[in-house]
């Protein structure tokens, strides 16, 4: 019997135990032997779980037990997550985690630390629930250079964004129905502000570059601004509004660009068919071509399933074949996000539209007008722009209500 | 130095040399050596290629040479596919191939040869080209039990599909275009009477269940018949018409079914946007929800691509360690086709409507007219219906010019 531990009895916890009772018979097959958990951290009591007598409040109890051989740490945050994970791979024990804070945060060192120990670091669900992502990174994709990255990484918004198009309600409405549905937190900053959705890009971007770069070298906009009348402007122009986390290599100059921003996906890419709390990450290799995982990227069951496929990985010795991450915590080569050129969707009332669509075709490379009949609107896809010329463009065309980056392809 | 070698230089042979060259760096570090093409087995001679020298026309100078550790066949066809694999896993040689048709045919046999033989046999790039779908199955997927698989997987008929969805054109112009650009044979049967689709389809299903089923217990039924009628009231309905490749698999009661047809899916699920010659692979299980594998399937670099990774994968030891699937060659459980419920569109010219409706709705459990304002023509998603009753409707509502089933949720 192989035992692992739990930190952290919450939803993902949870669901680890449901998720190893469940598969009981798969599991034992592919590990060649039946798994136990032997212990749960947490802080709370369970009196009513049939668990209840394997919780403990001591990390030191799982540290010093050497029938523990794999830790699943669900617990999120940085700490403690990050000094437990350090402690148990110091004592020998391989970690599994969901948490992406900790792995956009300290993935370099603690993917350090298991080498030093030889033990095992690894964090599929850290990224898209149970869509299989880490995996084809350091295994099928390993071979080609992946160039670029692009990811609806965080089913919140991607809920919040589907009702607004669908129901053309505001972001307040949708967001409310969000929280009410359990889909979005009573503080959802982390969410509509990009923050998850960031730390999820610079994972990826660090296994396809061995790059983790600090968390000010990849950018984030909020999704808070988006309104009714862009998604009916994304629509009329044959795409959708979603907030994309885009990574860009250019492995021949060494230089990597991250960001998290609303964008206009056109509908030839899949990633603008992508509703509800579905994630999808779409990646673009030179051999490969375009390859996109999709699926449910949050949620109990899927993200335990992907910490149980870690944890039989470990077991199973399959992990220990397979090419580890290296990640290199650097901002070296980091681009500048105010330098990064984009086309733009712009909505604005300007005093007169002529005027305006003069400046535009004298100032821009590219001006597609989207609408200009709704009375004082005109809605034009421009550029491309870095951020200081964007920002020229709109002080010249009047009240700007809307500015929003289009998509580019790789 | 590791050596390989390869066998038929034809559109994936010759990607794979060119692939080695491509990503040397990234395989040497994932190998921890070089590889090395030493022979191609081929029928023909190529002296204008820079690996002219390294060209044999006997296999046994591959069987003979114990350099040789791995080797990619990519010739196609059963035979003597089968046979040279054979031969060469005795002689102690790993074999990587592309070909699904001998993976569809003689894959239990192949697998159990390779254990027997203490060596590897892999298939990564037999089923959506260069997506990784083959290894998700036997690693990240392996833990769930997955009870439904639905794949676009042939290039061709989407390409077709898609072009006589946007342009309205028949199924004659469609396929006369794509056999301009060379993305259909100049005999197109195995790709549009579905036999391509359901090699592949075999395949994923021997993954998920063990059972690699005999060729006549899995259904394929022609795409030829796909009319821009049918396309465009596949749209006023809310979806497409796709050539799906299903496997539907009952672990409980052992039962299993796989069928290609045509089939309306809705832009709910995400294959309906799959267009060009992209595949997708979507698989549902009880964990994981559903989780779809997008990308190029097929293509001289996407293919290679998944054939070098295969090789990397046995030359750097991960394969070892992974879980290699065995299959059962059984028609045990097998649903005959004649027994599945489906709804179908109808699209039929009564010689009364009224009459023709009165039928359905005292027939069928479901009626949804798509239109019945074109004189004369009827088109309604009715059912469901087997085979049998779904025959006994069309005789009964006239003139009937298609028939076309609805693609089923999990």
Same mark, same amino acid.
């Given at each position: 019997?192989?035992?692992?531990?739990?930190?952290?009895? #919450? &939803? &993902?916890?949870?669901?680890? $135990?449901?998720?190893?009772?469940?598969?009981?018979?798969?599991?034992?097959?592919?590990?060649?032997?039946?798994?136990?958990?032997?212990?749960?951290?947490?802080?709370? +009591?369970?009196?009513?779980?049939?668990?209840?007598?394997?919780?403990?409040?001591?990390?030191?109890?799982?540290?010093?037990?050497?029938?523990?051989?794999?830790?699943?740490? $669900?617990?999120?945050?940085?700490? %403690?997550?990050?000094?437990?994970?350090?402690?148990?791979?110091?004592? #020998?024990?391989?970690?599994?985690?969901?948490?992406?804070?900790?792995?956009?945060?300290?993935?370099?060192? @603690?993917?350090?630390?298991?080498?030093?120990?030889?033990?095992?670091?690894?964090?599929?669900?850290?990224?898209?629930?149970?869509?299989?992502?880490?995996?084809?990174?350091?295994?099928? @994709?390993?071979? =080609?250079?992946?160039?670029?990255?692009?990811?609806?990484?965080?089913? $919140?918004?991607?809920?919040?964004?589907?009702?607004?198009?669908?129901?053309?309600?505001?972001?307040?409405?949708?967001?409310?129905?969000?929280?009410?549905?359990?889909?979005?937190?009573?503080?959802?900053?982390?969410?509509?502000?990009?923050?998850?959705?960031?730390?999820?890009?610079?994972?990826?971007?660090?296994?396809?570059?061995?790059?983790?770069?600090?968390? =000010?070298?990849?950018?984030?906009? $909020?999704?808070?601004?988006?309104?009714?009348?862009?998604?009916?402007?994304?629509?009329?122009? #044959?795409?959708?509004?979603?907030?994309?986390?885009?990574?860009?290599?250019?492995?021949?100059?060494?230089? @990597?660009? @991250?960001?998290?921003?609303?964008?206009?996906?056109?509908?030839?890419? %899949?990633?603008?068919?992508?509703?509800?709390?579905?994630?999808?990450?779409?990646?673009?290799? %030179?051999?490969?071509? =375009?390859?996109?995982?999709?699926?449910?990227?949050?949620?109990?069951?899927?993200?335990?399933?992907?910490?149980?496929?870690?944890?039989?990985?470990?077991?199973?010795?399959?992990?220990?074949?397979?090419?580890?991450?290296?990640?290199?915590?650097?901002?070296?080569?980091?681009?500048?996000?105010?330098?990064?050129?984009?086309?733009?969707?712009?909505?604005?009332?300007?005093?007169?539209?002529?005027?305006?669509?003069?400046?535009?075709?004298?100032?821009?490379?590219?001006?597609?007008?989207?609408?200009?009949?709704?009375?004082?609107?005109?809605?034009?896809?421009?550029?491309?722009?870095?951020?200081? +010329?964007?920002?020229?463009?709109?002080?010249?065309?009047?009240?700007?209500?809307? &500015?929003?980056?289009?998509?580019?392809?790789?």
């Amino acid at each position: 019997m192989k035992h692992i531990a739990i930190i952290g009895y #919450g &939803v &993902v916890g949870g669901g680890i $135990t449901a998720v190893i009772e469940e598969n009981k018979a798969f599991i034992e097959r592919m590990v060649g032997d039946c798994v136990n958990v032997k212990y749960i951290l947490d802080l709370r +009591e369970f009196p009513d779980s049939p668990y209840g007598d394997r919780v403990v409040h001591d990390i030191e109890t799982l540290i010093d037990d050497r029938d523990i051989s794999v830790v699943c740490e $669900t617990m999120g945050g940085s700490h %403690p997550a990050y000094e437990y994970s350090v402690a148990l791979m110091r004592s #020998g024990k391989s970690v599994v985690t969901s948490n992406k804070e900790v792995v956009a945060s300290f993935g370099d060192e @603690l993917l350090r630390c298991a080498a030093e120990n030889g033990v095992t670091y690894m964090f599929e669900a850290s990224v898209g629930g149970g869509i299989p992502v880490i995996r084809p990174f350091t295994t099928s @994709l390993a071979g =080609d250079s992946i160039g670029k990255i692009d990811g609806i990484l965080n089913g $919140t918004t991607n809920y919040i964004l589907t009702r607004m198009k669908e129901s053309g309600c505001s972001f307040e409405e949708a967001l409310s129905e969000a929280q009410t549905l359990g889909y979005a937190e009573r503080n959802p900053t982390n969410d509509v502000d990009g923050i998850d959705s960031k730390r999820k890009i610079m994972i990826l971007a660090a296994l396809a570059s061995g790059k983790l770069v600090d968390n =000010d070298c990849a950018y984030a906009e $909020t999704m808070t601004k988006v309104s009714a009348a862009d998604n009916k402007a994304a629509e009329k122009w #044959g795409g959708a509004v979603k907030l994309v986390a885009s990574a860009v290599i250019d492995h021949a100059n060494d230089k @990597l660009a @991250l960001y998290v921003c609303p964008q206009f996906v056109p509908f030839s890419c %899949p990633l603008a068919h992508i509703s509800d709390v579905y994630n999808g990450v779409m990646v673009n290799s %030179p051999v490969t071509g =375009d390859v996109m995982f999709y699926g449910r990227g949050a949620g109990r069951f899927p993200t335990a399933g992907a910490v149980v496929d870690d944890v039989c990985a470990i077991l199973s010795g399959a992990a220990a074949a397979e090419t580890t991450p290296v990640f290199e915590k650097t901002s070296r080569g980091a681009v500048p996000f105010a330098e990064l050129k984009f086309e733009y969707y712009v909505r604005t009332r300007p005093e007169s539209k002529s005027d305006a669509l003069e400046f535009l075709n004298s100032t821009c490379g590219k001006v597609q007008v989207i609408d200009s009949e709704d009375s004082g609107v005109l809605e034009a896809i421009v550029g491309e722009a870095n951020l200081d +010329e964007i920002r020229h463009i709109c002080d010249n065309i009047g009240a700007v209500e809307s &500015v929003i980056r289009v998509w580019k392809n790789a």
